[in-house]
């Protein structure tokens, strides 16, 4: 249970033995490998690079086919977390089958990849092109650099539409040396050449400058057309386009062919990296010709049968031993809970993995927890939904452990809120004449207080008395978590050897809150007496006037600051008021549900027609509560969470471990049945 | 206008959806499109920081819960009760508390989303502590709802 107890070893042996035990450490992932580079020079082998090199092949291979993937290849891969599910044999049997075309293959999508880019380039550019060109598809001469004769100039170019009028009155009112051919318009403006006789140029020349003339210098983009028409450019480019149309389709049919591969590819991708970091794990040790060492982590209980297994199989020359860590040296921390309150470790590790003098806290926060998000979602449509997709995939599914413990946490969940919402009556927001007669109490009549609508339900947080009733509740809970954290400081401090402290500090105030409490409740229930608790507390504030100045030097101070001490109750209260939230947010997700369904009832009851107000009805309450259903979720894991990060952890758990990373083989895609 | 007890219910419902939703929006405002652009650099952090830019968007739920919660109370979907100008005035204050409330701690959350938004470009796995921190801003806003939520569930019309 908990923190696993870790025990820092040194492994030593003949070089001889070296890859089959990296072999063997690899696949069982027992080992956390130190790096004590320092003693080692750190040459790296042209073959690493190579072996990095080819990684990122593989990679790119895999990240272009992937697009090309059906649709429904990857809706089944959903029920694997996206991985591919077989056996290590089979794994093994395919990376060697299929070592041996990989390099054609990673060449041939590296080219197809390549080509694809070309393509779409020389498209765009000739579209383009195209574009730039559409307007002369009418222009009757050749496409020149400069249109002047022995006698004539011409101009070529374009003027705005409104100028259309103008042109025409200016230079054909000139004279009739001037020819004016207008062979395209647009929404832009309209396109033209214009001929003059040499003796009038100038002239013209400043009129069309007058009328705004934007001339067309064909040199820029078309300077390899010359002599051709416009029209057979354009249609020698369409040709272009479409041929490279063809082969680009042509070039992805081949890629879809290839996306078969990719599977393999996946796998030698595992196989690749793993390849890789069994090759980097050498430079963080000790290795000379004949000998190699390192030191490691190991789970302690594991030490006694690794070492048996050590003499074993390496006939003695590997040897191991526990060592002390280093002076400095952070150990790593490794949780291990129990299944169903190892669901709950993602939440530990959101905050942060126990640190050297903390206890784990996963299976304290995890019944809180529970309990905190079914009151804060607490409706038993939502719960039962959450519940039912987590319960498929848990099902169906193959996935990792630590997924299927994360799916079992929205499971868990799930149900927390089912039973929250039949506690306070939620129901998709319904109301009890909204809601069907076999989830009614039978006993409920509309309009009288006292008897809640729904079965089962203990509070309506509504009526009368239920929102205090809920406030009281969830501050209750409050006080009980923070009892708890309180207690659980006391006993960490036990645990650690501060006996002092523990007795002081955690103790004295679990001592006086929970004569508060009982001083509090005093009032209600008939065997405490009012009297005796109010002396109890009494007596545990005196208690900590005592005990909370006991590290000040000057013995004038210490009562002073055992009063000041007694100040920190503030802070408790604070933390009590805060579980106040259990009670907001239970009520959000009921009432804007509520609020949801009524604009379902109101937007269809304005449609003309029944049949669409059905409709209407309908994909306003799909939509209305999956955005309820999403924004409470949200809202109730996060605000859950914070409980137990500031207010719980607050009392007992500072956090900072480093994660316990064993030497073992990640597997990016791929998912080994047994 | 401020005579009659049902208006100003009314002004109190619309104050608590209107303020709110304002601290609401600038809040997801600032994280998205601080989001947005650290998506451009990280496309693979999306799931995080949907979460975190969607956490200052709680104010103008809560706004919209009091809303709601007086115009059913006041039975404006049933026809409609009377309101004594006494009980309007509570219901009005309610409203701007949860207004006030919703608007200021919004904006506020937004900005530590923000900020924690630029956190996690940097360093996905700190999203839990980014998430946390920005939770703590919207304990005043829940405290406001809270208040809100009494005075308009308990006041007698």
């Known amino acids: ?118 393509y779409e380039n020389e498209v765009i550019k000739i579209q383009k092109k195209r574009a730039e060109l559409e307007p002369f598809r009418l222009f009757k001469m050749s496409i020149e650099k400069d249109y002047a004769t022995e006698t004539t100039k011409s101009w070529v170019g374009a003027v705005s539409k409104a100028q259309q009028k103008n042109l025409m009155q200016e230079l054909l009112g000139e004279s009739n040396l001037v020819d004016v051919d207008i062979f395209a318009e647009g929404e832009g403006g309209i396109c033209f050449r214009v ?28 300077s390899d057309c010359y002599g051709k028409k416009p029209r057979e450019v354009l249609y020698a480019f369409e040709k272009e386009e479409a041929e490279l149309l063809e082969k680009r389709a042509k070039l992805e049919a081949r890629v879809k062919e290839l996306v078969v591969h990719l599977d393999d590819l996946r796998i030698l991708c595992d196989y690749n990296a793993w390849g890789k ?143 929250g919402g039949i506690f306070l009556g939620g129901y998709f927001g319904m109301t009890a004449a909204q809601a069907p007669s076999f ?46 954290g309180v207690f659980l400081d006391f006993y960490r401090q036990m645990k650690n050897g501060d006996y002092m402290d523990a007795i002081c500090d955690p103790l004295s105030w679990f001592f006086l809150l929970l004569m508060i409490v009982f001083y509090g409740a005093s009032g209600f229930v008939g065997f405490l007496d009012q009297e005796v608790c109010k002396m109890l507390t009494l007596i545990a504030a005196g208690i900590l006037v005592m005990t909370q100045g006991r590290k000040q030097k000057i013995w004038l101070l210490k009562p002073l600051s055992g009063l000041l001490g007694l100040y920190n109750i503030t802070g408790y209260v604070s933390d009590l008021l805060s579980y106040s939230r259990i009670m907001a947010l239970g009520l959000a997700t009921g009432v804007i549900g509520f609020a949801m369904n009524l604009t379902a009832g109101i937007l269809s009851s304005m449609m003309p027609h029944p049949a669409i107000g059905v409709v209407v009805a309908i994909i306003v309450i799909v939509f209305g509560h999956s955005l309820n259903f999403a924004l409470s979720l949200l809202g109730a894991f996060v605000h859950s969470g914070r409980l137990q990060f500031i207010e719980f952890f607050g009392k007992f758990y500072e956090g900072g471990g480093r994660k316990f990373k064993p030497f073992e083989r990640e597997k990016k895609y791929l998912f080994f049945q047994n | 206008m401020f005579e009659s007890g049902i208006v100003l219910s009314i002004i109190g419902a619309v ?37 975190i830019t969607a956490l200052p968007g709680s104010q103008g739920v809560y706004g919209l819960l009091i809303g709601i919660l007086t115009l059913s109370k006041i039975g404006l979907f049933s026809g409609g009760a009377e309101v004594t100008l006494n ?16 608007l200021f701690s919004g904006v506020l959350q937004g900005r530590v989303a923000a900020a924690g938004i630029g956190a996690v470009g940097k360093d996905g ?33």
């Open chain 1, 1 to 118: 249970m908990a923190k696993v107890e870790l025990q820092k070893v040194l492994v030593t042996g003949f070089r001889t033995h070296y890859k089959i035990l990296m072999q063997e450490l690899h696949r069982s992932g027992l080992l956390e490998i130190v790096d004590t580079s320092d003693f080692n020079d750190g040459e790296v082998e042209t073959e690493e690079h190579f072996g990095a090199y080819n990684l990122a092949r593989i990679d790119g291979a895999i990240a272009f086919l992937k697009p090309y993937e059906t649709v429904k290849t990857q809706a089944d891969s959903m029920l694997s977390g996206g991985k591919l599910v077989m056996s290590e044999a089979e794994a093994k049997a395919r990376v060697k089958s299929f070592g041996a075309k990989s390099a054609d293959i990673l060449q041939e999508a590296e080219e197809a990849k390549e080509s694809l880019v070309r």
């Open chain 1, 195 to 222: 001929t003059a006789d040499r003796s009038i140029v100038p002239t013209v020349g400043k009129k069309l400058e007058n009328l705004r003339f934007e001339e067309y210098d064909f040199s820029m983009e078309f």
């Open chain 1, 277 to 419: 970091t069994k090759n980097d794990i050498q430079h963080k040790m000790l290795k000379t010709k004949n000998l190699f060492a390192f030191e490691a982590w190991m789970p302690k209980k594991s030490f006694d049968s690794f070492s048996v297994w050590l003499q074993n199989a390496f006939v003695g020359e590997v040897s191991i031993e526990e060592i002390q860590p280093r002076e400095n040296e952070e150990e790593p921390v490794l949780v291990k809970n129990r299944r169903g309150i190892a669901s709950f470790e993602p939440i530990t590790e959101l905050f942060a993995l126990p640190g050297a003098k903390d206890i784990d806290p996963t299976a304290y926060l995890a019944p809180f927890f529970f309990v905190f998000f079914g009151l804060c979602l607490s409706d038993v449509g939502y719960g039962l939904v959450l519940t039912l997709v987590s319960a498929y995939f848990l099902l169906l599914g193959q996935f990792s452990r630590t997924a299927k413990d994360g799916l079992f946490l929205l499971f868990l969940c799930g149900i927390g809120a089912t039973f």
């Open chain 1, 439 to 484: 989830l009614l109490n039978p006993d409920f009549v509309a309009g009288i207080e006292g008897v809640n609508p729904f079965r089962g339900q203990v509070i309506d947080p509504m009526v009368g008395q239920g929102p205090i009733l809920f406030l009281g509740l969830a501050m209750g809970l409050g006080m009980l978590q923070l009892l708890s």
């Open chain 2, 15 to 51: 104050i608590a959806v209107f303020l709110a939703g304002i601290g609401s929006g600038f809040g997801v405002y600032m994280t998205g499109s601080k989001a947005a652009g650290v998506l451009a650099e990280k496309p693979d952090l999306f799931g995080k920081l949907l979460v």
């Open chain 2, 87 to 102: 009980a309007g005035y509570q219901i009005l204050w309610a409203g701007i508390l949860m207004g006030l409330a919703g």
């Open chain 2, 125 to 157: 796995s700190v999203a839990g502590k980014a998430i946390v921190l920005s939770v703590i801003i919207e304990t005043y806003a829940i405290f406001g709802l809270l208040v809100a939520l009494l005075v308009v569930n308990s006041i007698q019309l």
